[in-house]
């Protein structure tokens, strides 16, 4: 009995020790709310996407949404009353040849675009190896990229000029010349998609050197080991381990023929029949004040160039690739 009591007394003495509150939350006294319990961690992640969001709705999805809106307008873009008319924007286009010729045009920068895939692969996969002076080498290859494309248009408006810089380094050289190299609609197209393939080719050379630079070395080496030389670890490592990224260099460079705008409006303004659908969608807007056909034909390429990004995913589609 006495040592009962004792033990009783002890337990009351602590309970009145502790606080009223610990007394009354009793055995939940310890256990606390963690973050995950917290309203606050369900919006939080759309608090951080706020703000991109807003961007891209603004400047993306809303001039996107006024664009097909206007397409069915006959409108010139100053006057406050907006015609509706339906589909006949979209019937005068598919109706008028000309207006679709200008595609051909696409045909050289497409062309181009595969020049300049091929280049970047190549220097990637030379500069992925051991290379003495490789980071001056990767520096010069994507420094092109970095300036303004119509910094690059005055640049080479000035190279490809009579008695310009090309006409003097082919005067050094003893070849004398009086060709107008953007006199004439071949010859201008083909200079103007030279100038695209040196300003582009460091872009793809990034792409394809980081997803070599991916690859783990313990496949080369293995391949070293096995006796196999540069091209096939190219042929049986790389290129399998960078057909994601090949694919969407393409997607890029079928897109980016179609939409071609800065180097010939700078250099040549579509003259000498180097106009570009982009530069006559541009001239029917702001020259000759059809902003209702020229949204429809904004929209008719972005029709066109995201059905040839369906098709060109359906063909070669994206699967996963395991080496190992």
Known sequence: MTGRSSTDK??????????????????????????RDSPLRRITPWLFLAAPLALLITFTYVPVASMISYSFTD?????????????????????????????????????????????ALYFAVILSFNLRFRNFFKGILFFPYLINGVAI?????????????????????????????????????????????????????????????????????????????????????IAPSIKPVISLSAILAISGSLSVFEIPYIMTGGATGTQTFVIQTIKLAFQFNKTGLASAAAVVLLLIILLITWIQRRLVPDDKVDLV
């Open 153 to 237: 248009g005055f640049v080479f408006l000035y190279f490809f000029q009579d008695g310009g810089t090309l006409d003097s380094v082919l005067a050094w050289l003893g070849v004398s010349t009086d060709h107008a190299w953007l006199g004439d609609p071949t010859s201008a197209n083909v200079s103007l998609a030279g100038v695209s393939v040196w300003r582009f080719t460091g872009l793809n050379f990034v792409l394809f050197l980081g997803a070599i630079q991916s690859i783990p070395g313990e496949l080369y080496e293995a391949a070293e080991l096995d006796g196999a030389g540069k091209w096939q670890q190219f042929r049986h490592i």
């Open 75 to 119: 409108w010139d873009g100053v006057s406050p009353d907006r015609e509706n008319v339906g589909f006949d924007n979209y019937v005068r286009i598919f109706t008028r040849p000309e207006l679709f010729r200008v595609f051909f045009v696409s045909g050289y920068y497409l062309a181009a675009s595969v020049v300049q895939i091929v280049v």
């Open 10 to 35: 002890a337990k009351a003495d602590t309970q009145r020790g502790r606080p009223a509150a610990d007394r009354r939350r009793g055995p939940a006294a310890g256990r606390t709310r963690s973050w």
